[in-house]
Each structure stands twice: as C-alpha cells, then as structure tokens.
C-alpha cells in the first residue's frame, strides 16, 4: 500500500546520507502515474536528493476526486505539497503533469527553485491531438473509454513505448479500474481549454528559475517545436532533445534521461 499525504498516493525515494539542495517533486502525466519515474527517482536519491512524486487523483493509487478537472488537479498539486511540507523544490514534469504543476508553480512563486519539463506545454495556443480530441468529444470520448479493456490498452500503449512492460501496463491500467477514475479523464480534457493559460502568458519566464527542456525527438503528441518554444520562452533553460524516443521519454530512453537530469541537478544552468 502506498503512503499518502494530501489525499495523494506518492512514492518516495531518500538519499543515504545528507540531502542536497531543493527536494525534487515529479508530476506525471496522461495516462501514467508515479510508476513512470520508477527508474528516475532512485537515481536522484543516489545523486544526494530527495524524491517525491505524486499519483494525481484518480490515477495510480490515488482515489478519484470528482470532478476530475484541470483547476482540481492544480489544487490537488498544492495540497500535496502543503502535507509533505516540502518548502522550494525543483519542479520535474511531464505531459498533463506540466499543464497542472506549472499552473501551480506560476500561482506560487517561490515554492520552485528549478525546472524540468517534459514533452508538454503551456501555451494559451495550444492544440490537443487527435486521442485528445476524442475524449474531449461528448459521445465518442464515452464510447472510447467504456470500450477499453486491459488487453486493448496494453496494445495502445505498446503502440506508442516500444518495448513496455507488463508491470507498467498493470500501473497504468488502474485509472480505468471503476466509472468514477474513467469518468475523471474525460473531466480532465474537457476542462482543458488552452485558453485558461492567458493570464500564465509570461509567469513562467518571470519565475527565473534555472530550466531543463527534455523532449523526445519524435514526439507524435506534443510536437519538438514545444520543446524550442520553451527554450525561447525561458531566460537561460537548456534544451535536451533524446534522439529516436517519443512522447514517453521516460519509458523509452530511461538511462539517458536520468543522466541528464542529474546533470542539470548537480548543476543548473542560470535562469
């Protein structure tokens, strides 16, 4: 069983001896959970950080919260790092993680000391994609989910991460477990109009906090143009392209995302 704080199931990894610089905070995103930096998290306790990484409600071990939408998961965010009391922390996000902990981030100036951002976006321009876009479609995004079986999400998923496991896929699953988790996502992307990030337009950069940029080269959802728009929109950020991996870089270039951001750990670039 995993701990909680918050109302959040969270996983949790603590360096042996004394602990360096800011905890790292990790936010997944669609439609993982905590087990994504499964390969990530002890090697940043073994680098001397501490590791905190949420199951966002409804996913992973979370319970759901109804409704599951874009304003809760951010305030579901805040909750979470209030009950571990975890003071400036460097901010490691992916996909839906970013569009929720960097809307926290810009709400809470000070709570981040550094940036990580993954394959995601924050821009009131924004597009969603073609499975986005279903989900986001009354009717057809209830049709997709009440007719999602283990064995056809193992197949989805193992169509975009060459090579997943079975023990991811049974982590990842459990956000289709009841009516209410299913019910959640199509709340999460039906909230999710870009335009609420206009008042963001901005924040972000104003944090001034040093920035890694990691995206996968062939990312089919969140195209490698987000990832040099982040790196012009950010004073400073260092922008790292994982050659041959997709949307889930995590999953797919596990060993080489991991030395990059213990890299940037042991030594930010400036923001």
Known sequence: MS???????YR????????RGDPVLLVHGYPESSY???????????????????????????????????????AAVGRFHEAMGLGPVTLVVHDWGGLIAL?????????????????????ADGKWH???DVLRTEGQGEELLENMTREAFGGMLAGVIPGIGEDAVDEYWKAF???????????????GDFSKLEPYEGRL???????????????????????????????????????????FVFEEAPEECAATV??????????
């Open 262 to 271: 213990i890299d940037f750990l042991q030594a930010p670039t400036p923001g």
């Open 130 to 132: 073609g499975l986005a």
């Open 103 to 123: 809307r926290w981030a810009c709400d809470n100036p000070g709570a981040v000391g550094a940036l990580v951002i993954a394959d995601s976006g924050f821009f």
């Open 3 to 9: 701990p909680t704080a918050g109302g959040l199931a």
């Open 12 to 19: 949790e990894a603590t360096p042996d001896g004394p602990e």
């Open 36 to 74: 994504m930096w499964r390969d990530l998290m002890p090697r940043i306790a073994a680098a001397g950080f501490r590791a905190v990484a949420p199951d966002l409600p409804g996913f992973g071990d979370s319970p759901a919260d109804p409704p599951g939408t874009w304003d809760r998961a951010v």
């Open 177 to 191: 477990t009841d009516e209410t988790r299913r019910r959640g996502q199509l709340e999460l992307y039906r909230s």
């Open 205 to 247: 950069a104003a944090l001034g906090v040093p920035s890694l940029i990691l995206w996968g080269s062939e990312d089919q959802f969140a195209p490698v143009a987000g990832a040099h728009r982040f790196g012009r929109e950010l004073p400073g950020a260092r922008v790292v392209l994982i050659e041959g991996a997709g949307h």
